[in-house]
């Protein structure tokens, strides 16, 4: 098969504030074949939609290189039309209007247009809405509109961001059958497909090839071959079992039974002090008292995959929470089990004031707090600028911004510091440790 789009060795770095590095991917390496359907999962934030970014050449790797063909990638790759997922119409054009904006490369005549506009708005289901003006259609057809716009130029590969995400479940289901009819029926003239999701079931359901995406900084970790025959019943035990595997690859790859050290960070931190600093997952208090809240109900114990659908959480999100929970030693993680421990038991059964007691002694426990209230038992106050130094120097891929808004939120609520927003200065709370 011929290969339509490649990306060799790819990285993307962001400077930040304060000349901050933060590498969003690195060594990305995959190809779109023609007749391939791609899914690409992870978690929010990990580099996905950058990964589609730099594919249909919107924006530029920092290091590797992307390809059209065989040929290295200029300016904006002309095989790729993409689908938001925030529908991206204009408000003031009608619908028709809106999918002539996908011929402006075609360079067709009147008739031409005309022709290949209708035959969009038919293929998608849009037939007798082309006069509409998008506050007229609902979430699902704004969305049909954002399809016919893109199958309109043409392209060899339809490339997807989230593009079923903002819809209700019963109009996603139909307009992902109806979107796997389009490139098996090959319809819609796109040869491939690729699309970007947090959705497990999103992804075995349509996909040929499976890509699993690590975070901080993003790397393919998984390739996974779905060769059920389509269309796929989401009850079949194949099915299910693919997403099981799946829901295990994610958990254990971001809940490991056995602390996982970073090649990169061992170089880096010589000494058992530094090694031992603890990353802090981006999750507001308020997310951890509802997981614990959630998972008590639960009799303190259930598959990371049903909480995640009992809180109507996406599965990533849910992941990043339990991480939060767990170094707090209120879970453990034992393979896909997330289990209340007593302390954890103790902590949400408690009333506010002592869960405060409890959650600022856990703090406490952890070196990233205790650095900060030692500095401040010394120095009375802490620049936020500073933390954000010692952050950048023990966690050189995160987001040091990120990392200090938690850091905040958990101090306050732990009472263990007080932060001047305005000052940008952390000082000792009255009571502190």
Request: include cysteine; hydrophobic fraction near 40%; charge should be negative.
């Amino acid at each position: 098969m011929r290969t339509i789009a490649k990306l060799e060795n790819v990285s993307k770095t962001y400077k930040l504030a304060d000349d901050q590095q933060l590498e969003v991917l690195s060594q990305i390496n995959l190809d779109v074949q023609e007749g391939e359907f791609i899914a690409l999962l992870g978690q929010s934030g990990c580099g996905k939609s950058t990964i589609l970014r730099i594919m249909s050449g919107l924006i530029k790797p920092t290091s590797g290189t992307a390809y059209q063909y065989d040929e290295k990638l200029q300016g904006i790759n002309e095989t790729i039309s993409i689908v938001f997922q925030s529908f991206a119409l204009y408000p003031w054009l009608t619908v028709y209007e809106n999918v002539r904006i996908g011929l402006i490369k075609r360079q067709l005549s009147s008739s031409q247009e005309e022709q290949e506009i209708t035959e969009a708005i038919r293929l998608i289901g849009l037939g007798g809405h082309e006069n509409a003006y998008p506050k007229e259609l609902s979430g699902g057809m704004r969305q049909r509109v954002g399809f016919a716009r893109a199958l309109v130029a043409k392209p060899e590969i339809l490339a997807m961001d989230e593009p079923f995400s903002a819809l209700d479940v019963l109009t996603a289901q139909n307009l992902r059958a109806e979107v796997i009819d389009l490139w098996k029926n090959k319809e819609g003239t796109f040869k491939s497909a690729f699309m970007v999701t947090h959705n497990i079931s999103e992804a075995v359901s349509m996909a040929s090839k499976i890509m699993i995406l690590s975070s901080h900084p993003g790397r393919i970790v998984h390739v996974i071959e779905n060769k059920m025959p389509y269309p796929r019943n989401e009850k079949s035990p194949a099915f299910l079992a693919l997403v099981d595997e799946i829901h295990g690859l994610i958990t254990t790859l971001n809940l490991p039974d056995t602390p996982k050290e970073h090649p990169i960070s061992k170089a880096i931190f010589e000494n058992a002090e530094s090694k031992a600093f603890e990353n802090i997952p981006y999750v507001q208090i308020s997310r951890i008292l509802g997981f614990l809240e959630v998972l008590k109900d639960d009799n303190g114990r259930t598959k990371i995959f049903e909480l995640a659908a009992k809180m109507k959480e996406e599965f990533g999100s849910v992941i990043s929470i339990a991480k939060a929970v767990e170094i707090l030693n209120f879970i453990e993680t034992p393979g896909q089990d997330v289990v209340l421990t007593e302390l954890g038991r103790k902590f949400i059964e408690a009333e506010s004031t002592n869960q405060k007691l409890i959650f600022r002694k856990q703090l406490v426990l952890m070196k990233l707090f205790r650095l900060i209230i030692d500095k401040l038992t010394t120095l009375k106050t802490l620049a936020e600028d500073d933390l954000k130094v010692e952050i950048n120097n023990r966690f050189p891929y995160e987001n040091a911004d990120k990392m200090v808004d938690t850091i905040v939120d958990w101090g306050r609520y732990g009472e263990i510091f007080e932060f001047n927003a305005d000052l940008k200065v952390f000082t000792q709370f009255e009571d502190s440790v």
